[in-house]
């Protein structure tokens, strides 16, 4: 296992309310990546956040909005909720500057179901 | 826009047998190529990585990958896998001025024993 840890495991909610998803990123790593994980997909990468910034971001509406705090642990916050929001998310962190480049160490993910 | 093709939807295998997944990029540049796997009901895990130097590179569990520039690929293989190599797996590519890995749609090995 790695260090990175997100909460909670499972989220059933409704089309049209918002969820926070969150993360907190392995000891020594001040960078984290989201990624959404569709049923038989790979992960697709929402955005990244350094130093509290918003640091790289995807395809992803303005709904996806994300935090970084001091202790570099994260939050993915989507709104108005549509059914294809439903998905593993996914957080990844690493360090940056570091050996460059570096891997990104994933979490165990929040499976986010909307009906 | 940049994409990773993997070729094998899903590969079913005999124990002992020999194992190539195909993956192909597209980008111009210089990108760092990974291979992840996620065994059932656990997170990503990097199996290699693939950023300069020998092409021909040795991740865990004997697996190993082949980085060929003019093809744009980064060809998973092992020469015998194990029924614990059931899994799905996922080639990523990252580009250097960037940050995020862009991941193909994943391979499913099933592996019996």
């Known amino acids: 296992e790695t260090g990175v840890t997100q909460s909670p495991t499972h989220l059933i909610k409704t089309r049209g309310q918002q969820v926070t998803l969150r993360c907190s990123s392995q000891?020594?790593?001040?960078?984290v990546s989201w990624y959404q994980q569709a049923l038989g997909q790979g992960p697709q990468f929402i955005f990244q956040?350094?130093?509290?910034?918003?640091?790289g971001r995807g395809n992803f509406p303005p709904r996806f909005s994300g935090l970084q705090f001091p202790n570099y642990s994260s939050e993915l916050n989507v709104n108005a909720l549509e059914l294809d929001d439903s998905a593993l998310y996914l957080c990844?962190?690493?360090?940056?500057?570091?050996?460059?480049?570096?891997?990104?160490?994933f979490g165990p993910g929040t499976r986010l179901t909307v009906l | 826009a940049q994409s990773v093709s993997q070729h094998n939807h899903h590969v079913i295998l005999s124990e002992a047998a020999s194992l190539e997944l195909g993956c192909n990029y597209s980008?111009?540049?210089?990108?760092?190529l990974f291979w992840y796997v996620q065994y059932p009901g656990q997170h990503l895990q990097l199996l290699l990585k693939?950023?300069?130097?020998?092409?021909l590179v040795k991740g865990i569990k004997g697996f190993e990958a082949e980085f060929i520039k003019s093809k744009f690929s980064f060809n998973l293989r092992k020469p015998s896998v194990q029924w614990s190599d059931t899994a799905e797996y996922f080639c990523a590519a990252q580009t250097q001025a960037g940050t995020a890995l862009i991941f193909g749609k994943g391979t499913t090995l099933s592996v019996s024993s």
């Open positions: 980008y111009g540049g210089t990108v760092n």
């Open positions: 956040y350094y130093r509290e910034e918003e640091n």
């Open positions: 693939y950023f300069s130097g020998d092409p």
């Open positions: 000891s020594g790593h001040n960078t």
């Open positions: 990844a962190s690493n360090y940056r500057p570091g050996p460059v480049p570096n891997e990104q160490f």
